[in-house]
């Protein structure tokens, strides 16, 4: 029945197409000049070039990463471009009417209409294409409830005291490899800031695509709710078909001060490779948040793209009664390689963690859960529930669970599960003697297994999801 | 002997028991039924101090000694017993070594001396064989493994070993077949005395065909709003609890 | 590389006298040993466990012979074993029995035959390119015990080794047991170590490697009852035929560092292994556990149960894999490990693993962290049982479940005053524990 299923999963990735148009790109290599060039391209103030500095000599004495579960070549830090956008983009459009309909058709194509008639109710949008943000709706709308939802690159101008005061707060510059590299060049990303007490009005969004071949891409995402407020936001992410592999590395820091309820969903879908395992994003991004009194972070990941990920969205638990979750489905097929999971580190009294990990492995993929529970000797009366759920579909693929709890208080309660399963030939077969067929079967029993984490995602995000991954099943079934 | 006047408690910031008056005198059985969620267990974990069950007005006199100041091991070494209604289970500690551990403790308590372990072991599987339990369950851990039948035996047979001045029953019928709750009812039975009272909280009329009661209370919306003698049982039994639900309000 | 310790380590090894047999395995494992990177907090397998203390102090004395007047430090009330003693790992005549009935001799009076069988078998279990203190196990190889079962032998009676740490000065001390279970076979092996009361900081390092083999069954006891002072470095590594049964109790006192591994190498169809371990550090002590379950091959099953209580300032560490191999189709194994923190200043660092590359399995770890049921609390309570003995019966209880299922009943009998004193200040809490 095995070789049934992998008849069945043969990855079709259907953003995988080009957009021709025609883009400003820096030659490959990484020294001070290609970072003074970024700033100077978005007209950055002193400070913000001093920062990128400090990380880019940081970054410079730093080693990769080598403890997670995946492998591939080294890669050549000099052979990436650090830098493209649209030349369309150069003249600044200020408003969609005016950005290069070439773009605007991508986006259309990838489903995510910017025509604000024509968006998903309620919900609105940032685009990143490459290195740079293209277009933002909703803008007005959101103002008027006193939200700030914008190109980080733009914020820099015009919240330069928000932005200073915070970006490098959560993930600072030397925090890892990846996270001092992003701090150096990174290009765009999203910017929000929800006022004291407000309930941010619609979901936001921002969309990640990458075009360009050989680029890498850098973005960073800082979104602060500031006293009792409330957001939902959510990230998804694209890329071409290209036989090289390119590199992705975010940042994303959330700051949730007293109160404030800050909910982060991502559903990322990056090139995964075809199916030989050529090619593919690799995906190695640090986000982390900060909770503090009473506040709540809940972070829900769908990862079903990128050849490899490296990612571990985290929660510093600092204010009392704090509090984190973190949902995650993560789904590798073909020669996928994720090393995925979270930290909660318990600062504050009577904080509380959840974790929900659900991972799928198909073909000859490895998927890796590997999580951090720390309570600190002030952690009283701190809690943690942590299940980890794998599923294997066919005998070539492999499923970790690596799982750090420490403790040093002795009110803390930490409970962590694992458990290891397979789509059985006998469901499968009741299945099919019911008359359903088996790559049915098999996105039933897939989608059964995910329920926890899809019940947590915005409703039109949920629907999404699960269509993600009966496309990212498809052949994967025997 | 048990006094218990305008007693007002809250769980989880909820109040449940709302102005209950109650008075017990030696040798007597009063049965407390009520209809579901009325405060019959919270009553019992009031009364023997369980955490989280916070006492916000009124008073309770044990013997004229201030029950609420007292600890939840004092309230039982002063002869306080509560025969839980879901017994809980703690595996790796011997029902030989609890049994010891709280019989010992509440002899201290009234000035006797504690019996060696051989007089003891003799006691315990008298007791055991009185309300029909194997031996081999002084060797197990605390309830462990225990079927509901066999952990209320087990209730019962710590109410034999600490001879407790007054017990409550906490829905001790409940999960029990016929025979069973015959075996509890005639345990119960043969430690009724002229100096020992028991409170029998129950939803259903059966047990007190077995254990007969001096007076019958029903309490409904943390209230007891209606007493009588053994008949009313019965009367609930036909009625339901409704009506007297409804003379409440 | 290169700290004080290892570099003395190296140098202390030349003062021991090798058998001209275990020559060639001592300059292997010293090769291995000074060229195998000194660990650090970034090395995985050591990432909880610090070795700097082991730089403090001078451990290279040479192990004293010391003569012991009588068994009172690890005889076994009514345990009917066959006993071999060693004292600061030099192998005492007078306090061992004249074994009877089965191959169980010191490496130092092993006959051709028999070394034949040790150098055959030694290093089978690991790789000590893998294993920092098997590779200076090896370097030091000198002393140790070889039991052997042959085809169809059952021994029922229990061999008892005892190793006893007992020195004004410091020293380290080494060896190496190596038990082969032909088919069929069956016997119990109780590892045991003591100290003296009051003595200097040794470093002991022991490792037994057992091969178990088809349809043979070992049973396995662990006791680490040497007082705190003391450092301990080894552990069991076991193979396992086609049908194999090991049973193994493990337990830890704490000690100055203890690091004890133990993995299991599932190599033959229908093994079974089942492991149950305790470890209770107080005050400043430091225990780590590792534990490694391999399953190479289809349908066997392994059982694994840690429990841990961590007391005073102390620190534990447990790290517990299970490894299924690409072909290991129907393999079930499972883990659990628990742990109660008795103090503000405790710590337990802990990493249960799974590492799964076949599909077809039943595979599941649960790890907690927890403090005593508050509703067993409270039953205790309302039976006149004072809120801190109930506490101590609770605490008792955590471990007693797992020391009511050993199958030696004197060993038992043993071990439960021992672990009650462990983590009772007042002596008068534990009347009712036993």
């Not at chain 2, 309300?131 to 225990?146: A, H, M, P, S, T």
């Not at chain 2, 259903?204 to 077995?210: G, V």
């Not at chain 3, 090991?246 to 000690?255: C, H, P, W």
């Amino acid at each position: 029945m095995s070789e049934q299923i992998n008849e069945y999963i043969k990855n079709e990735y259907a953003a995988g197409f080009v957009t021709d148009v025609e883009s400003e790109t820096l030659p490959p290599g990484l020294n001070e000049d290609v970072v003074r060039f970024i700033s100077a391209k978005k007209g950055e103030p002193e400070w913000l070039l001093e920062w990128r500095l400090k990380a880019f000599r940081a970054w410079s004495e730093m080693t990769e990463p080598t403890w997670a579960h995946v492998k591939y070549p080294k890669i050549n830090f000099q052979d990436v471009s650090y830098y493209s956008a649209p030349k369309s983009m150069d003249s600044k459009p200020k408003s969609l009417d005016e950005v290069d309909p070439e773009l605007l058709k991508t986006y259309e194509k990838l489903g995510i209409p910017l025509h604000e008639q024509a968006i998903l109710a309620g919900v609105a949008v940032d685009v990143v294409f490459d290195s740079v943000s293209v277009a933002t709706t909703f803008k007005t709308k959101l103002a008027e409830a006193g939200v700030i939802f914008m190109p980080i690159s733009e914020a820099v101008h015009k919240h330069p005291e928000l932005v200073q005061k915070y970006m490098g707060s959560v993930v600072p510059q030397k925090d890892n490899f990846y996270a001092a590299l992003n701090s150096a060049v990174f290009s765009d990303g999203s910017f929000v800031y929800i006022p004291k007490g407000v309930r941010c009005p619609m979901e936001l969004s921002t969309y990640f695509r990458i075009n360009e071949a050989k680029t890498g891409q850098f973005e960073r995402t800082l979104i602060i709710a500031d006293e009792g407020s409330h957001v939902s936001y959510l990230e998804g992410c694209t890329a071409p078909m290209r036989d090289e592999n390119q590199l992705h590395a975010a940042v994303v820091e959330l700051v949730a001060l007293d109160n404030a309820q800050i909910k982060y969903s991502t559903v990322q879908n990056w090139y995964p490779g075809d199916a030989e395992g050529k090619g593919g994003i690799y995906n190695f991004v640090t986000k982390r948040a900060v909770a503090h009194t009473n506040a709540k972070v809940s972070w829900t990941q769908v990862e079903t793209g990128s050849a490899v990920t490296w990612k571990y969205p985290s929660c510093v638990l600092k204010g009392d009664n704090s509090v984190g979750e973190f949902y995650s489905v993560a789904l590798t097929n073909n020669y996928q390689q994720a090393d995925t999971g979270t930290k909660m580190i318990h600062i504050g009294k009577n904080t509380t963690s959840t974790i929900i990990s659900k991972g799928i492995s198909a073909g000859k993929s490895q998927n890796a859960y590997r999580g951090l529970v720390r309570m600190n000797p002030s952690a009283a009366g701190a809690r943690n529930y942590t299940q980890c759920d794998s599923l294997l579909i066919g005998d070539q693929c492999a499923a970790h669970t690596f799982p750090y709890i420490e403790s040093k208080h002795p009110s803390a309660v930490v409970e962590h599960e694992a458990t290891t399963s397979k789509v059985s030939d006998e469901q499968l077969f009741l299945c099919q003697q019911r008359g359903i067929d088996m790559e049915k079967a098999v996105s039933m029993i897939v989608n059964g297994f995910c329920k926890e984490v899809f019940k947590e995602l915005p409703m039109e995000f949920a629907v999404e999801a699960g269509k993600l991954l009966e496309v990212s099943l498809e052949g994967s079934v025997g | 002997m048990l006094s218990i006047k305008n007693l007002q408690a809250r769980v989880e910031e909820k109040d449940i028991i709302k102005g209950l008056n109650l008075d017990i005198k030696p040798g007597e059985v009063h049965a407390i039924m009520g209809p579901n969620g009325a405060g019959k267990s919270t009553l019992g974990n009031v009364l023997s101090g369980r955490e989280g069950y916070e006492v916000t007005g009124g008073e309770v006199l044990f013997d004229g000694k201030n029950l609420l100041e007292m600890s939840t091991e004092e309230r039982a070494r002063e002869g306080l017993f509560l025969a839980f209604q879901y017994p809980v289970e703690i595996p790796g500690v011997s029902n030989m070594e609890f049994l010891k551990a709280s019989v010992d403790a509440v002899r201290e308590h009234r000035g006797l001396p504690a019996y060696d372990s051989v007089t003891f072991l003799k006691l315990a599987r008298e007791k055991c064989k009185a309300v029909n339990l194997d031996q081999n369950f002084l060797k197990r851990g605390v309830n462990e493994g225990f079927s509901g039948g066999e952990k209320k035996r087990n209730e019962i047979m710590q109410m034999m070993l600490l001879e407790p001045k007054i017990c409550i029953l906490d829905e001790t019928d409940s999960g029990l077949d016929i025979d069973a709750l015959q075996v509890v009812a005639e345990g119960v039975n043969s430690q009724r005395s002229p100096e020992r009272s028991f409170i029998v909280v129950t939803h259903y009329q059966r047990l007190l065909d077995y254990i007969v009661p001096d007076y019958v209370h029903v309490l409904a919306n943390g209230r007891i709003v209606k007493s009588g003698g053994k008949e009313l049982a019965l009367e609930l039994e036909e009625k339901g609890y409704s009506w007297i639900e409804q003379e409440g309000k | 590389m290169s700290l004080a310790f290892n570099e003395q380590a190296v140098a202390s090894l030349k003062n021991l006298p090798a058998a001209p047999w275990l020559e060639n395995i001592r300059a292997s494992g010293a090769q291995v040993f000074s060229v195998t990177p000194w660990p650090n907090r970034k090395t995985e397998n050591w990432k909880y466990t610090s070795l700097f203390a082991l730089d403090q102090q001078a451990y290279h004395g040479a192990a004293p012979q010391v003569n012991l007047a009588d068994d009172q430090l690890f005889a076994i009330a009514g345990l009917d074993a066959q006993r071999l003693v060693f004292v600061n790992g030099h192998f005492n005549a007078a306090l061992s029995d004249k074994i009877d009935g089965l191959v169980c001799v010191p490496f130092s009076q092993a006959n051709a035959e028999q070394q034949a069988l040790i150098a055959q078998k030694l290093n089978g279990t690991f790789k000590q390119e893998q294993h920092l203190f098997g590779a200076l196990n090896n370097a030091a190889l000198q002393e140790g015990v070889l039991i052997h079962l042959t085809k169809n032998q059952v021994c029922k009676k229990p061999v008892q080794i005892v190793h006893v740490q007992s020195a004004d000065a410091g020293f380290s001390s080494y060896a190496r047991h190596v038990i082969v279970l032909e088919q069929h076979s069956e016997a119990t092996v109780l590892e045991h170590f003591v100290s003296a009361a009051k003595i200097a900081e040794n470093i002991h390092n022991q490792l037994t490697e057992v091969f178990v083999g088809e349809g043979a069954k070992l049973n396995h006891y662990r006791l680490h009852l040497e007082s705190g002072s003391q450092s301990h470095f080894g552990g069991v590594h076991v193979n396992l035929a086609a049908n194999a049964v090991f049973n193994s109790f493990q337990l830890a006192l704490g000690g100055k560092i203890k690091r004890i591994d133990v993995v299991v190498n599932h190599q033959g169809s229908g093994a079974h292994s089942e492991i149950n371990g305790v470890y209770l550090p107080k005050e400043k002590q430091h225990i780590d556990f590792h534990t490694c379950i391999e399953h190479a091959v289809p349908h066997c099953t392994s059982n694994e149960v840690f429990r841990g209580i961590i007391a005073d300032q102390a620190k534990a560490v447990f790290n517990g894999r299970i490894h299924i191999h690409k072909h290991a189709q129907k393999t079930a194994a499972e883990l659990s490990n628990k742990n109660l923190l008795l103090s503000n200043q405790a710590e337990i660092n802990t990493k249960p693993e799974l590492e799964i590359y076949a599909d077809d399995v039943r595979c599941a770890h649960g790890a907690t962290i927890a403090q005593l049921d508050e509703k067993a609390r409270f039953y205790l309570q309302s039976r006149g049982i004072s809120r801190q003995e109930a506490e101590v019966m609770l605490s008792f209880g955590f471990i007693n479940e797992l020391i009511d299922g050993i199958e030696l009943e004197p060993v038992a009998q043993l071990l439960r005053p021992i672990l009650a004193k462990q983590f009772i200040s007042d002596e008068r809490l534990a009347r009712h524990l036993i």
